[in-house]
């Protein structure tokens, strides 16, 4: 039986009547333009006065007439003039006018000249001068009147319920924006008012729109212009610079947005589509950390690279800029299969050609922690895997101890074992002078860093940072969450603050401190100034169009088991020491008795076995810094 292959015919686009009907439209007024700029030109040249012009000048005209139709006609074709779509037209549209204008009244005047020979008749001197102004002026006429009359429409649409908007910045993207906003029929929105630091400018106009004063007058021309939505366009500020701006246009109560980095206006992609709600970390009034990339690309590239936890926030990350990296295998490593497979999902999709495993497993498993590291030998290892919820290990003590400190003691066995060359552990602020479980069971983990990087050949080191945006289970989320729902935003103290930092932020220090490594350091980053959650509650709410305790209430819940008011990053005894990056800093190693630090782990070992009611005094013993009465 013979298959029948069907032919597919190819669908023919539908013919657009509507397209053919303006083309015609434009060809019959430009045929037009050409007799009526003639006419006018010789009638000018006579002081609009028909009595006085004299016959052999008309005469000569209507003879070159059709020639100089037809010639002007094939002109405009050739410059695309009956092509361009007249209602996006700009500067190059106009270009293209004045250049297929003029070529028409230079071919004109050698029409003219042949014609003489000819007839015997000269057309007068000033013909093509006054010809090609009249002539420009009713061709620009015709394809800007569109755009004209349909700006026109928009702003009467827009005058009935647009959103009054002020632009910060009057700079080159300003001017965009401003052109984007006024021309778009999408756009429900009027630019009344702009604001610009230099003296030079206020007074001046950009695009018909006043700058009307520096940044200390937003707040009284917020109020002057009866401004709903705020634009800040200023894509090449400082975080600082940001900061302060935001700072003062969240007190009008106005709509915030902000133009993203200095790249945008480089490839073009300034526009309203580019414009993003200012978010939190545009508070925080510090430039983003900066990396070695090239350094850090020779560290990793061609290595067996291990993150444990590398499905959770940080360990996603630090997968993400690894796999940028080119090593010669990624292995993944985590409890939870969900996590685990979005990041495997996400690596196959951007890295093809990465060698990516992606494994499922406990660091409380020896033996299964032991046979990934004698079957993958890697070279370097991230430690992210940990319990870090204050709250819950308060009320789980026992798990935090048994995955935290065990789970990294296992792994830091097997890094010895199997001849890891480095290996990273991720630890935190809360781990100095602990009022938690959590924070204490992370000191402990930094000190098994510490006491192994005495006894291998392994280099050991730690880094340690504050809380990171936007992380599983940290108070941004949550606060946007309570917004959404209408409030209220819970605060536990309002006094409690906390230094923060970007979760890129946070890996890229991680993977920079495994390149600065000599073994036994922990790294700690400098963060700036800490942050009052009270004011990030306020800001997110401000910055999400509501007025804090009037559209959505702020609660205070009281300080969680564990809860302390500020963190530290350093402990006193530490001391400090910089490296070549100016905001990460060296934590000299503190002196701890190994042997009765090892004994105390096997003993804690055994009791937490046992599921006791509370450790909390064995812990202490260990960690003599670790202060859980601190909370009341």
Not at 117 to 140: A, D, E, P, Q, W
Not at 364 to 390: C, G, L, M, Q, W
Not at 477 to 488: D, E, N, T, V, W
């Amino acid at each position: 039986m013979g298959l029948k292959i069907k032919k597919q015919v190819k669908k023919k686009e539908p013919f657009d009547y509507q397209l053919l009907v303006r083309r015609i439209l434009l060809v019959m007024y430009d045929v037009f333009a050409i007799f009526l700029a003639s006419s006018l030109t010789i009638l000018l040249r006579f002081n609009l006065n028909w009595a006085a012009v004299e016959l052999q000048y008309i005469q000569v005209m209507w003879q070159y007439l059709p020639i100089n139709i037809l010639c002007t006609l094939l002109i405009f074709v050739l410059f695309r003039l009956y092509s361009s779509i007249w209602q996006y037209a700009g500067t190059l549209e106009a270009g293209n006018v004045v250049m297929a204008s003029g070529l028409s009244v230079v071919v004109q005047f050698f029409g003219y000249h042949i014609l003489a020979r000819m007839t015997g008749i000269n057309m007068f001197r000033s013909y093509y001068v006054i010809y090609t102004g009249v002539f420009m002026l009713l061709i620009l006429a015709s394809r800007f009147a569109y755009r004209f009359l349909r700006m026109i429409k928009n702003k009467q649409i827009r005058n009935k319920n647009a959103s009054r908007i002020m632009i910060i910045g009057a700079g080159e993207s300003c001017n965009m924006l401003v052109k984007e906003i006024t021309n778009s029929s999408y756009i429900n929105g009027q630019v009344k008012c702009l604001i610009d630091d230099d003296p030079a400018k206020i007074g001046k106009y950009v695009q018909g729109i006043k700058v009307v004063g520096n940044r200390d007058t937003i707040l009284h021309n917020a109020r002057k212009y009866e401004i709903d939505e705020i634009i800040i366009a200023l894509p090449s500020a400082s975080k600082k610079n940001i900061k302060e701006i935001t700072n003062i246009c969240k007190e009008s109560d106005c709509e915030l947005k902000i133009l993203p980095g200095m790249y945008q206006l480089v490839n073009g992609e300034v526009g309203i589509s580019n414009l993003r709600h200012v978010e939190v970390e545009d508070l925080l009034g510090r430039e983003p950390i900066s990396v070695n990339v090239d350094s850090i690309a020779e560290y990793v590239r061609g290595k067996v690279v291990l993150v444990t936890g590398g499905g959770g926030s940080i360990g996603s990350e630090l997968c993400r800029q690894i796999a940028r990296h080119i090593p010669k295998q990624l292995i993944i490593l985590d409890i939870y299969e969900n996590s685990a497979y979005d990041i495997k999902q996400e690596l196959e999709r951007k890295y093809p050609r990465l060698n990516l495993e992606v494994l499922i497993g406990s660091v409380r498993n020896t033996s299964r922690v032991n046979a990934i590291f004698e079957k993958y030998r890697p070279d370097i290892v991230y430690h992210a895997a940990a319990h870090k919820h204050v709250p819950l290990m308060e009320d789980s003590p026992n798990e935090a101890i048994k995955n935290n400190v065990f789970g990294t003691l296992k792994t830091v066995q097997a890094a010895d074992k199997f001849g890891t060359k480095r290996f990273v552990l991720i630890s935190t602020d809360k781990a100095v002078n602990p009022t938690n479980i959590m924070g204490a069971s992370k000191r402990m983990c930094e000190m098994i860093v510490q006491m192994y990087n005495n006894r291998s050949n392994t280099e050991y080191v730690a880094v340690r940072f504050g809380n990171v945006l936007g992380s599983n289970g940290s108070v941004i989320p949550l606060f946007k969450s309570q917004i959404a729902r209408g409030g209220p935003v819970t605060v536990t103290h309002p006094d409690i603050i906390r230094y923060f930092m970007t979760i890129p932020e946070a890996v890229s220090l991680v993977i920079e401190a495994g390149l600065y490594a000599k073994g036994g350091e922990i790294f700690v980053l400098d963060m700036g100034e800490p942050m009052k959650i009270l004011d990030l509650a306020e800001n997110l709410i401000r910055l999400s169009g509501y007025t804090p305790y009037e559209d959505i209430q702020i609660e205070f819940t009281g300080l969680r088991p564990g809860e302390k008011l500020y963190e530290e990053l350093l402990m006193d005894e530490e001391g400090m020491k910089d490296t070549e990056n100016k905001m990460i800093h060296i934590g000299k190693p503190i002196e701890i008795d190994e042997d009765k630090f090892i004994s105390q782990l096997d003993s804690l070992k055994k009791v937490t076995e046992k599921e006791p009611e509370n450790i909390r005094k064995i812990i202490k013993e260990i960690v003599p810094t670790y202060n859980p009465q601190e909370q009341e």
